[in-house]
T-cell receptor
Framework: TQLLEQSPQFLSIQEGENLTVYCNSSSVFSSLQWYRQEPGEGPVLLVTVVTGGEVKKLKRLTFQFGDARKDSSLHITAAQPGDTGLYLCAVMEYGNKLVFGAGTILRVKS | NAGVTQTPKFRVLKTGQSMTLLCAQDMNHEYMYWYRQDPGMGLRLIHYSVGEGTTAKGEVPDGYNVSRLKKQNFLLGLESAAPSQTSVYFC????????????FGPGTRLTVL
């Protein structure tokens, strides 16, 4: 079983639609990160959330850390084709190791 | 400022062959990492280094060796490649005091026949 469970695994939507992807665990974390990976590239850090209940916004992207610090969500408003990619959540384990979820593949069609 | 670079970008090997993947970073980061990415499994840590001359095992170290002779370089070696090592390999680096902010290279796609 994976430490981080991401859902859905795949999402295909039309430009302009809203969507939410999730990252869940049974463990409590001091912080959680979201990365976006475009085809043929390495992951790029989008945001780090550290406080239970914290909400961070990055343009049309809204990130929330669960109150109990076990889960997180990423909401995209009015999705655009440029949002297409693999969205990964990650947590630091044992101080030195970043552990990733399997990711959500998002495809936004124009 | 190139960030993290990886060579080669693509490679095809036959079972039993050996190769070395090179990672270089120009951000003066203390920590460096090697991950592999397989469909449906996210990124998994192979080995990492907390400084020049020091390496440690990650989640999936078997079949791989690493070396960090210079602070800016981190090498990943496959002594006898197996088809199970077909994957995309990513190198990353971070500062010692912000280890959860990692900067990734563009990846190396390796196929072992």
């Amino acid at each position: 079983t994976q430490l981080l469970e991401q859902s859905p695994q795949f999402l295909s939507i039309q430009e302009g639609e809203n969507l939410t992807v999730y990252c869940n665990s049974s463990s409590v974390f001091s912080s959680l990160q979201w990365y976006r990976q475009e085809p043929g590239e390495g992951p790029v850090l989008l945001v780090t959330v550290v406080t239970g209940g914290e909400v961070k916004k990055l343009k049309r992207l809204t990130f929330q850390f669960g109150d109990a610090r076990k889960d997180s969500s990423l909401h995209i408003t009015a999705a655009q084709p440029g949002d297409t990619g693999l969205y990964l959540c990650a947590v630091m384990e044992y101080g030195n190791k970043l552990v990733f979820g399997a990711g959500t593949i998002l495809r936004v069609k124009s | 400022n190139a960030g993290v670079t990886q060579t080669p970008k693509f490679r095809v090997l036959k079972t039993g062959q050996s190769m070395t993947l090179l990672c270089a970073q120009d951000m003066n980061h203390e920590y460096m990492y090697w991950y592999r990415q397989d469909p449906g499994m996210g990124l998994r840590l192979i080995h990492y280094s907390v400084g020049e001359g020091t390496t440690a095992k990650g989640e999936v170290p078997d079949g791989y060796n690493v070396s960090r002779l210079k602070k800016q370089n981190f090498l990943l070696g496959l002594e006898s490649a197996a088809p199970s090592q077909t994957s995309v390999y990513f190198c990353a680096s971070s500062r010692r005091d912000i280890r959860n902010t990692q900067y990734f290279g563009p990846g190396t796609r390796l196929t072992v026949l």
